[in-house]
């Protein structure tokens, strides 16, 4: 069934606005990652979280799993980080392990 | 350091015909995982390899889908008898143990 519950599902923001996205698990996850597809398809690495906060210039990140959730921050929104945000969630306890994919979060930053 | 690289980045078949993809890795990653990414289902893990050996095919189709990773410089993701349902984005990823790092993908559309 569905492990990794992304929302909102769009998102429009004005330049240097902010807002935050979020990952609800049904599952206990290991690990979080956030990406950024581009308009080219890429996807671009954003952060990787066992537990605890990241931040990184305008980005910021929190996995809690014992709340089963994760959280993304976006602060002074400019133009370029329009795209498509996703987060990916590891569900085993190996170091290697599938990611299992929200259903992603499309981010339009618009002057 | 050029990343996941993946080829063709775009192919285009015939129904019945078959496709190969090419993924390699990152320099000194030990594990290889492949994805595929529709605009109904989203991003879905097919199979992955560590240290060359098949580690799990669970979300490969039983039929017409194969995968093999020959030596640790690259993998090949193989589908015969396309149809068009197999029409999608194919992601390869690499990781020496937690972080997962994606290649640009290869476009399949099965006419």
């Known amino acids: 069934g569905d492990q990794v519950e992304q929302s909102p599902s769009a998102l429009s923001l004005h330049e240097g606005t902010g807002s935050a996205l979020r990952c609800n698990f049904t599952t206990t996850m290991r690990a979080v990652q956030w990406f950024q597809q581009n308009s080219r398809g890429s996807l671009i690495n954003l952060f990787y979280l066992a537990s605890g906060t990241k931040e990184n210039g305008r980005l910021k990140s929190t996995f809690n799993s014992k709340e089963s959730y994760s959280t993304l921050h976006i602060r002074d929104a400019q133009l370029e980080d329009s795209g498509t945000y996703f987060c990916a969630a590891e569900a085993t306890a190996s170091s290697f392990s599938k990611l299992v994919f929200g259903q992603g979060t499309s981010l339009s930053v618009v002057p | 350091n050029a990343g996941v690289i993946q080829t063709p980045r775009h192919k285009v078949t015939g129904k019945g015909q078959e496709a190969t993809l090419w993924c390699e890795p990152i320099?000194?990653?030990?594990?290889v995982f492949w994805y595929r990414q529709t605009i109904v289902q989203g991003l879905e893990f097919l199979t992955y390899?560590?240290?060359?050996?098949?580690?799990?095919d669970s979300g490969m189709p039983k039929e017409r889908f194969s995968a093999q990773m020959p030596n640790q410089s690259h993998s090949t993701l193989k589908i015969q008898s396309t149809q068009p349902q197999d029409s999608a984005v194919y992601l390869c990823a690499s990781s020496r143990g937690y972080e997962q790092y994606f290649g640009p993908g290869t476009r399949l559309t099965v006419l």
């Open positions: 390899f560590r240290n060359q050996a098949p580690i799990d």
């Open positions: 320099s000194g990653h030990s594990a």
